[in-house]
Every structure is written in C-alpha cells, then in structure tokens.
C-alpha cells in the first residue's frame, strides 16, 4: 500500500508573494485549498460580473465593500465573513479602502482560473 499522505510545511512571507492581475497578493497554497489577500483597494465602481471555477470565502479586515451575488446584495464590513459558491454569477464594489483575506477551493492561481476574462 502507497503513503499519500503530504506532511509538507509551508511558510509565506506576504512581502515576497507574488501578485496577481486584478491586484491580489497570493499566500500559501495547498493541493485543493490557496489564500489571497486584498490589500488597501480603493473605492471603484462595479467590477464586471463573473463566474469563476472556485469557491471562495473571505473574512474583512477593514474597509466596507458591496458583494452582488446572483441578484442578492450583502454589505461586507470589518469582521463579515462571505461564501462565494463556486460558479456564481458575482461582483463587487469597494465602498470603502477595503482590506480582506480570501481561501479558495481549488486553488484560484492555478490552470488559469484567476484570470480575468
């Protein structure tokens, strides 16, 4: 019988991580589960609608920002957790610089399901 289990440790340093296009900073990543974080966003109008290959859930730090989400409106403010659910029609408006860490199932980084489209 094969060993799968992955004992790997992993330590990121948020100064050193990569950032990805719509301006997030990558964190840790597993096999089926990746952080992000959303740092100081300033105040936007609506981003476009989308739909993306992942759930997400997110936790605010600061700031307040709209979440849209399949025709429902949820205002996010300092301590609010959200579910994005994976293939929900989403958008967002920063109403206030907004900061927040977000984990998503699968990993949003990889085969491209982060990019903007």
Known sequence: ?????????????????PS???GQTYLVSGKSLSM??????QPSEPKPKTQRDYETVGYVIQGRAELHLEEQKIVLEPGDSWLVPQGASHTYKILEPFTAVEAT?????????????
């Not at 004992?7 to 991580?17: C, E, F, I």
């Open 36 to 41: 992000r974080l959303w740092q100081d966003e």
């Open 1 to 17: 019988m094969t060993d799968t289990t992955d004992t790997t440790v992993k330590k990121v340093q948020s100064q050193h991580s």
């Open 20 to 22: 990805g296009e719509m």
């Open 105 to 117: 199932s699968p990993p949003a980084e990889v085969h491209g399901r982060d990019e903007t489209a």
